[in-house]
Every structure is written in C-alpha cells, then in structure tokens.
C-alpha cells in the first residue's frame, strides 16, 4: 500500500532530551516537507527536501534538524525540545516538488505525531 | 507572501444537506490542493485542481484561478464528512526565486445525523 509512514503517533518527553520523528515513504517520491500544526496558526512548514541531500528551511525551522541521506526518509530531529514545541506534527511528500502545476504535485500526509514536551 | 482566506469558518449541518466552501487566495496560483482532516487527525488529499472542475463521488471542486478563488462542494453530507477542511496554494515569491505552499484556516465541518 502507498503510504506515508510515520513514527511514533504520541511522543511525551522532557525538555533537553534529544528525539528523533521518523517519516519513511514507499512511493518513490522526490519531494518531502514537515509540518506543524498548532491551534490557531494552522499547518505551518518546518523543512523541506527536494531530493536526496536537498533539504532547506521553510517558516519555522529553529530548534530542528533534517537529514535526507536516502530518498524513502526524512527524519525531524529536536536536539534539545523545549515546551513551545509542544503540537501535532505532519510529514508529507509528493512524487515531484512543488512549482512545475502538474498533477505530480499532489501532496500525500503522514498520520501525524503528537508531541507532548515536559 | 500570498494570503489564504476559508469561509466559513465553521459549518454545522444535517446529515443529507449540501454545502459549499469558499478559498480565496490574493496571488495567481498554479497549485491548489484541498484536504480533509478528519476528527483523528489525519490529513487525506481531496483534489489538485489549480484550475477547472473536477468529482469525487459526493465532491466535487472548481477552481476559477483568473478571479482568485476554489470551491468546495459537499452533496449528501454524511458524519464521516465531519473535520476540517483546508485548501492549500503554491505560488512563488522573492522575485520568484522561491516556491511555497500557504495553507489556509481551514473550515471546521460538523455533520449531524
């Protein structure tokens, strides 16, 4: 099944306690994106990769890491988390990166994963 | 950077009326997603369609880029049409250097049975 896969679905941790999110997809896609999305703000972008060993910042890159060393992951990592990243988190790709208007743009979400930091 | 307004903002209906919401953009755009979040969370592609009409089932979609907005039709609304919905448009800035995807408020759909 073409998904979209995300690790784990509910985090709780304390503040300074290093973690990573993983995202993996199986749909050979090129474009990978993370996303936050908190109450009132809406869906707001964290980074983004256009291909493997292309990863740039989008509107709220500070406290996070990515790495995309193979096209199918896009781990988020929080060196250090602190409560105000306390939300929901979405990775989500497409088979091409945003911009051309083509179909292939469509854009395909993770389930999500909740993180609680103490 | 382009601006993204969804009316209403919230929706409650009887299972079995139709609605329609509204996304309009301040920027010509040449993507245009709609999405449904359902009420666990997850966030399901509806359409692409930067411009023109297209149907799924019970929705359907119209996006009249040249006047800046996109539509969303529900028909025969059922209680798993409940959650949220969000359009998100791609257009570039900076000169056009950079590409990005702005993601509206969001309308909160409740069908009741």
């Known amino acids: 099944e073409a998904q979209v896969t995300q690790n784990p679905r509910y985090l709780i941790t304390v503040t300074g306690k290093k973690l990573t999110v993983t995202c993996s997809q199986n749909?050979?896609?090129?474009?990978m994106s993370w996303y936050r999305q908190d109450p009132g703000l809406g869906l707001r972008q964290i980074y983004y990769s256009m291909n493997v060993e292309v990863t740039d910042k989008g509107d709220v890159p500070e406290g996070y890491k990515v790495s995309r060393k193979e096209k199918r992951n896009f781990p988020l990592i929080l060196e250090s988390p602190s409560p105000n990243q306390t939300s929901l988190y979405f990775c989500?790709?497409?088979?091409?990166?945003?911009?051309?208007?083509?179909?292939?743009?469509?854009?395909?979400f993770g389930s999500g994963t909740q993180l609680s930091v103490l | 950077g382009i601006q993204v307004e969804q009316s209403p903002p919230d929706l409650i209906l009887q299972e079995g009326a139709n609605s329609t919401l509204r996304c309009n953009f301040s920027d010509s755009v040449n993507n245009l997603q709609w999405f449904h979040q359902n009420p666990w969370g997850q966030l399901i592609n509806l359409f692409y369609?930067?411009?023109g009409t297209k149907q799924n089932g019970r929705l359907s979609a119209t996006t009249v880029a040249t006047e800046r907005y996109s539509l969303l039709y529900i028909s025969s609304s059922q209680t798993t049409d409940s959650g949220v919905y969000f359009c998100?448009?791609?257009?570039?800035?900076?000169?056009?250097?950079?590409?990005?995807?702005?993601f509206g408020k969001g309308t909160l759909l409740t069908v009741n049975p």
């Open positions: 989500a790709s497409s088979f091409r990166p945003p911009g051309q208007g083509t179909t292939n743009e469509k854009l395909f």
């Open positions: 749909m050979n896609h090129e474009y």
């Open positions: 369609i930067p411009s």
């Open positions: 998100a448009v791609g257009s570039y800035y900076s000169g056009g250097s950079n590409y990005k995807l702005t």
